[in-house]
């Protein structure tokens, strides 16, 4: 183990450079049209490490019909499965996304190579979540340099779509019985905490009917958009009993500290409103959107029902209101006990290289890794090399410590290695 971190050690070099090509190849996303090139450097040397290699591409059929507000991306969706088995007892899942969101024109460095200043690199996706894979090859390289065998086989899964969603290359490896294996460590996520939960996110609609009309005469009319005041008020009110409600789990360091909330809370948003032609003619429809983000404690169906419930006594109040309304699920919530044998591994080996303790929290968000857990049962704890509040993740000049680049070369190489 000590010869393994002193090798890595030396290894910080190559692993800005194996950074430093991922970053160059553009994966961003939309329109991830990049994902063969990205997925087939990965490839090359995993096969130089001796692991198996399946490359598996989400058919065009499914990624449209499981993602239909996606259907205008072009590019194969891309994904590998690359599996090492040594004959230990444990299977470890090792998995992140190599997509990443776009950069805008307010870069101050180019946003697709590395650039190394003031101790830290910056880069579109170092944080999210590129990092990891280069500090994962270094770990595997140094290893199979050293002759040290690993102490689990390795399941790595490298995935795209991530950004875009619901149905992700994670998803579709899931469905495929892929991700065999007894733990799961995802590398998307950052290095404030160690994220074993997150909430479900449910995606609703509510369209307003109402009839057309000269505006001159709009009593002859039925408006769309007035009739959906009362239907947002209705939600309104329900918003602030749903986030009355608190989780057990812990929230995230950085939202505990920026928004004093120390548990995962749920949350009811109104985030679309669409209606209206012209101010001339009265609005035969309005649509509203939104999305509820409901802790692992609450269940799918129940919130659906309180939503629509909600809706229900508001048609029972205006009998005169024409709407339908659509709940659909787009990502369950998730929850690994903080008790399980695994989290007590990752979150030891995490304390040890960060010289701190670092906690076990739920993000206010969700991921398809939930999708993969909620598949495969397996417990799973996401770990990664960012930084929340500095690492600039989906903004400008994304970047990483060094120091944290190397922190995680090492939490990976103490995690795997015998
Ligand atoms: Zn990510």
């Known amino acids: 183990m000590l010869e393994l971190l002193d090798h890595l050690g030396s290894k910080t070099d190559e692993t800005i450079k194996t950074l430093d090509e991922l970053v160059r190849i553009p994966t961003q996303v939309p329109p991830g049209e990049n994902y063969e090139k990205a997925m087939g ?4 040397i995993l096969k130089e490490l001796d692991f198996g290699v399946e490359t598996l591409i989400m058919p065009r059929g499914l990624f449209e019909k499981k993602n239909p507000r996606l259907a205008h ?3 194969e969706r891309v994904n590998i499965s690359a599996t090492k088995d040594i004959g230990a007892d444990k299977t470890l899942l090792i998995n992140t996304h190599l997509d990443v969101v776009p950069a805008s024109a307010n870069w101050s460095v180019p946003p697709f ?6 101790g830290r690199i910056f ?8 990092g990891g894979v280069a500090a994962l090859f270094t770990v595997l390289s140094a290893m199979d340099e050293l002759n040290i065998i690993t102490k689990y086989n390795l399941n790595i899964a490298l995935t795209t779509d991530e950004e875009m ?16 294996a007894d733990y799961f460590l995802s590398m998307d996520g950052d290095s404030d905490d160690i994220t074993i939960a997150s909430n479900g996110n449910v995606d609703w609609q509510i369209d307003i009917f109402g009839k057309s009309y000269h505006s ?4 002859l009319g039925v408006n769309a958009i007035e009739k959906a005041v009362p239907v947002m008020n209705g939600l309104l009110e329900l918003k602030a009993k749903v986030e009355k409600g608190r989780s057990k789990v812990p929230a995230s360091m950085a939202i505990s500290r920026n928004a004093g909330i120390d548990t995962l809370m749920p949350v009811l948003n109104i ?13 035969d429809r309005c649509t509203l959107k939104g999305d509820r983000r409901y802790i692992p404690e609450e269940k799918f169906e129940d919130v659906c029902r309180e939503m629509k419930g909600t809706v229900e006594q508001v048609k029972q109040k205006y009998p005169d209101i024409d709407l339908k309304m659509t709940c659909d699920e787009i990502y369950a919530p998730m929850l690994t006990d903080a008790s399980h044998p695994w989290v007590k591994e990752v979150k030891m080996v995490a304390d040890e290289v960060a010289g701190r303790d670092v906690r076990c929290a739920g993000a206010q968000g969700s991921l398809d890794v939930a999708y993969a857990v909620k598949v495969t049962g397996l417990p799973a704890c996401c770990f990664g090399i960012g930084r929340r509040m500095e690492s600039n993740a989906h903004a400008d000049d994304e970047n990483i410590r060094v120091d944290d680049l190397v922190m995680y070369t090492k939490f990976l190489g103490k995690l795997i290695c015998r």
């Open 41 to 44: 450097y990965a490839a090359s």
């Open 73 to 75: 991306l072009h590019g």
């Open 113 to 118: 190579e590395c650039t190394k200043k003031d």
């Open 123 to 130: 880069g579109r996706g170092v944080a999210d979540s590129k």
């Open 165 to 180: 969603g619901p149905y992700s290359g994670l998803c579709y490896l899931a469905d495929l019985g892929k991700l065999k």
């Open 216 to 219: 001159g005469s709009s009593f």
């Open 271 to 283: 985030t679309v409103i669409n209606g209206g032609v012209k101010q001339n003619i009265v609005p």
